[in-house]
């Protein structure tokens, strides 16, 4: 019967010294190609990374999207306010007015026309 092995004839396996152990630990020994669980978990962090990016990049033209339409919004409530201004001054009578006031109200209105023709273009 041999000295070192088991009752088959076939020699045991013997654990790593210390010295081996110290290295595999502080991860100075040779990296494993046939590692498959390493490149499965690789493989698994670049597919979500790419996900993450994306989805990062949809949230990005999203919110470019809104900031513009809140622009939009914000230039019509400008425009409606000039629109209904401009109403206000063309329906006001005018039989009463001064001189002065006539001139001040057809100035009003041109500068209120002028500010929604700009607006338009």
Do not use: F, W
């Not at 962090?45 to 470019?64: F, G, S, V």
């Not at 009463?96 to 026309?113: D, F, P, S, Y």
């Amino acid at each position: 019967m041999p000295k070192d092995g088991d009752k088959t004839g076939m020699p045991k396996e013997r654990p790593i010294g210390a010295k081996e152990a110290k290295k595999q630990r502080s991860g100075k020994c040779k990296a494993r190609d046939d590692d498959a669980s390493l490149n499965e978990d690789l493989k698994n962090y670049i597919a979500i990374q790419a996900t993450t990016k994306q989805r990062h990049e949809e949230y990005l033209k999203t919110k470019k999207r809104i900031s513009s339409d809140k622009v939009e919004a914000a230039r019509l409530g400008r425009e409606t306010a000039l629109v209904k201004a401009y109403q206000k001054l063309i329906s006001m009578d005018t039989k009463e007015m001064t001189e002065e006031m006539r001139a001040e109200h057809v100035i009003g209105l041109k500068i209120i026309r002028g500010k929604l023709d700009d607006n338009t273009n």
